[in-house]
């Protein structure tokens, strides 16, 4: 299995910004897939999750502003960023979870500052 992250970068407050993750190698329509997220000196956050219907659900904290969506064809799930933060800066991760098996990808860096 295979999960790999695209899309980090730089962006000022206020800005937007699209991950996406490509997974191979396991039967994607199936997997619940997640979004999380790790600042240094913080634990790993969930950030977002889609079931394989496309049922959604948000952390706290980005609710509002991100949207988690996925593509069941090209296998792929996307986190659209909105009106982002110094906060949201992290690490952000793509998981998968297939009948109790986690996969996790490598992580792409998002950085927020002016």
């Known amino acids: 299995v295979q999960l790999v992250e695209s899309g980090g970068g730089l962006v000022h407050p206020g800005g937007s910004l699209r991950l996406s993750c490509a997974a191979s190698?396991?039967?994607?329509?199936?997997?619940?897939m997640d979004w999380y997220r790790q600042a240094p000196g913080n634990r790993r956050e969930l950030v977002a999750t889609?079931?394989?219907?496309?049922?959604?659900n948000y952390g706290d904290s980005v609710k509002g502003r991100f949207t988690i969506s996925r593509d069941n064809v090209n296998n792929t799930v996307s986190l659209q960023m909105g009106d982002l933060r110094p906060e949201d800066s992290a690490v952000y991760y793509c998981?998968?979870?297939?009948?109790?098996?986690?996969?996790w990808g490598q992580g792409t860096q998002v950085t927020v500052s002016s």
């Open positions: 998981k998968a979870v297939l009948l109790w098996q986690v996969y």
């Open positions: 190698g396991l039967d994607f329509s199936r997997a619940f």
């Open positions: 889609i079931s394989g219907s496309g049922i959604t």
